[in-house]
Structures are given as structure tokens and as C-alpha cells.
């Protein structure tokens, strides 16, 4: 199905474009949210007439987003949760945890401009980056730790996941002869057979 876009659209094109697409996701995302228009004379010169007003509102969103990019740009945000002695979490941080920290700081973003691929399941600093607008984008990192004391340590560059953290044993400074004695006798004898 032939689309006029409305708006732009990642990885499809420009506003104004007449673009290609699949009949469901025309039919399920594009024409239902407003962000196109079927392709046929009538819609063509419908756009025309309307695309002052559409440019004016898009630019509008994006200032919109960028006064919220401005305002979340540098930003580190703190995310308790329980996790095991290697630094594995017991449960996950989603898109969902994500909106609800930036909700809580006072920043309304919804899911689906949170772009994370897989859920967080180990403690450390991980960057997560948000969609404010088509055409703005930023990064945001999420400090994921056991406890706030953890998070500052973490923040500081320390890796709170080696065996130095967990066990007070620095793993870089191990060398054999910390584990066995190279001036023992072997006498030859053994389980061999």
C-alpha cells in the first residue's frame, strides 16, 4: 500500500514523502495514529492544503522534545534493586522501570519511546537511550546497583561484579603460586591407571 507520511518516520522517510509500505502496518499503525495518509489524488491535494499547519505542529513536537532532551541530557538516575554476589539480578529493569524512574524524577515519557532491545539483568552503569521525537534522541544512564552506597561506588568507576568487591581479593594479582606450592616433590606415584 502507497502512504503519504505525515510526520517522519524513522527508517521509512520524510514528511510529505509517498513511501511504500506494508498493508498491515498501514492499516494497523500509520492510518490509525495519524502519521499517514493513502496515497490517492484526493489525500495528495489534502496534504498540500494542510501542510503548513502539519510542519508548524511538528516543529512545535520537536521543540517540545528538545526542551525535555535539554533537560535530561548528562543525567544519571539511581535504580535499587536486589541482585545476586556476581552482580546478577534476581528479577530486571524493562521499559516500564525506565518510565517510571524518569516519572518519578518529573519527566513524562512514554514506553515506547524508551528503546530498550532486552531487559537490564546485571547490576553496573547502562546507558539507555529515549525517543523523544522523530528527530530528537538522547541517551540517559541508569545506575543499577544493590544499594545507594553501591551506586556511588559504581559511579566512581568501580566494579562492584569482580572478585575484589564480592570477596575483598584482588583477581589480577593471583598468580599460581597462590594456589599451590611449586617447590613440592612429586614422587611419581599416582592414580594414573
Known amino acids: 500500500m502507497e502512504v503519504i507520511l505525515l510526520e517522519r518516520i524513522a527508517k521509512l522517510g520524510q514528511m510529505g514523502e509517498t513511501v511504500k509500505v506494508r498493508d498491515g502496518y498501514a492499516r494497523n499503525f500509520l492510518l490509525p495514529h495519524g502519521k499517514a495518509l493513502r496515497a490517492n489524488a484526493a489525500n495528495k491535494t489534502r496534504?498540500?492544503?494542510e501542510r503548513a499547519t502539519l510542519e508548524a505542529r511538528?516543529?512545535?513536537r520537536k521543540s517540545e522534545a528538545q526542551t525535555v532532551a535539554d533537560a535530561l541530557a548528562g543525567?544519571?538516575?539511581i535504580v535499587v534493586r536486589s541482585a545476586g554476589?556476581?552482580?546478577q539480578m534476581y528479577g530486571s529493569v524493562a521499559a516500564r522501570d525506565v518510565v517510571e524512574i524518569l516519572g518519578a524524577?518529573?519527566?513524562n515519557i512514554g514506553r515506547n519511546q524508551v528503546e530498550l532491545n532486552t531487559p537490564i539483568k546485571?547490576?553496573?552503569l547502562h546507558n539507555v537511550t529515549l525517543h523523544l521525537h522523530a528527530e530528537v534522541e538522547l541517551q540517559v544512564?541508569?545506575?543499577v546497583a544493590r544499594s545507594a552506597e553501591e551506586a556511588e561506588r559504581?559511579?566512581?568507576g568501580e566494579s562492584l561484579t569482580s572478585a575484589d568487591a564480592i570477596y575483598g581479593v584482588d583477581e589480577d594479582a593471583l598468580r599460581p603460586e597462590d594456589f599451590f606450592d611449586p617447590d613440592a616433590e612429586f614422587n611419581g606415584e599416582g592414580d594414573d591407571e
Do not use: P, V
Open 75 to 77: 543525567k544519571s538516575f
Open 85 to 87: 554476589e556476581t552482580g
Open 47 to 49: 496534504f498540500e492544503s
Open 105 to 107: 524524577e518529573g519527566f
Open 122 to 124: 546485571t547490576i553496573g
Open 141 to 143: 544512564e541508569l545506575n
Open 154 to 156: 559504581q559511579a566512581k
Open 58 to 60: 511538528n516543529l512545535e
